[in-house]
């Protein structure tokens, strides 16, 4: 599958600045059927677009498009080298569901799906992923595990430390994770990691890495968010996004590469450290069934420690959910 970019006609507009029609035409080389066809989708796509009394066009406040060469050209050299392709959608289903759908299609690991918006993004336990276009993060990545699903317990709680990781190394201080899969600053999400998979004839896992974060998502978009939430913008400085998800991948790849030789025993101090719950009484959702207890951090394969009346207990991740006693 080819790169995939947003179009020129959005990359010249994305700089806020007012372009008159035969500028837009001439520096796009649309015809102006196709002009106004782009124009029409990007206000379906939710962007502001200012018509002024000359006719001239702008986005006001402009956008920060993800920038797939600066992106390529910002990597380390062994993200570059693990890194197999980098699609950049200017608006898909759900970058997770179109890495699923490619690897049927024999693609093959290292492929990363990148885009401006969802508009079905896929959270956990069925949930919607609230994704606007030109905002946030949305990134999977496919990588494939010869020993199948047993060898994977614990990675999502890896790629959690590598999100962590990339999030400190831009600047965003405060980050802890949550188990199974959660991207704290104090008691608000900024991001979500859900891990797809799809086992092929051979016996090999194929494992869809989707990560979600908040970068400066907008009043409007948020208002369909059913948890407390937070962005980057609101907690300090507004990120750029192509150095985000190059911090992200920075992280995500080279720990993929070495997951399969090393498990989870490899970033567990590192998660505990993180632990936004440590020693904190929790209870644990699953279905209709409660568990109350003390969370006491997590094993080498990533299962959860729980302190309850009948002694320590070990819980795995799955569809189950945990959160302060003080919140249910
Ligand atoms: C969660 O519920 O916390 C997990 C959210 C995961 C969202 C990301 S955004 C990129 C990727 N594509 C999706 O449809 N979902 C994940």
Redesign the pocket.
Known sequence: MPPVSVSPLLTLLADGRYYRVTELLSASGLDSAELSRQLGEFAQWGIELDVDSDQRYRIPGGLSLLDAAGVRSSLSPIATQLLKSLQVHPVID????ELLRQAGQGISEGTVCTAEQ?T??????G?Q?V?PFGRNI???VLWEFAAGPSALEGLSLAVGVAVARALSNCGVDNVRLKWP??VFIGDA?L????LEMKSNAEGVCQVVV???INVAMPEEASAAIDQPWVDIARDGEMADRSRLLAALLDELLPMLAQYESNGFARWREEWLALDAYAGQPVVLISGDQRQEGIAQGVDETGALRLETPAGLELFFGGEVSMRPVRNT
Do not use: M
């Open positions: 759900s970058t997770n569901a969802q079905a993004g896929r959270g956990r336990r949930r992923w994704s949305y990134l999977s899969n959660d999400k991001g979500g990691i859900l989707g990560v979600g």
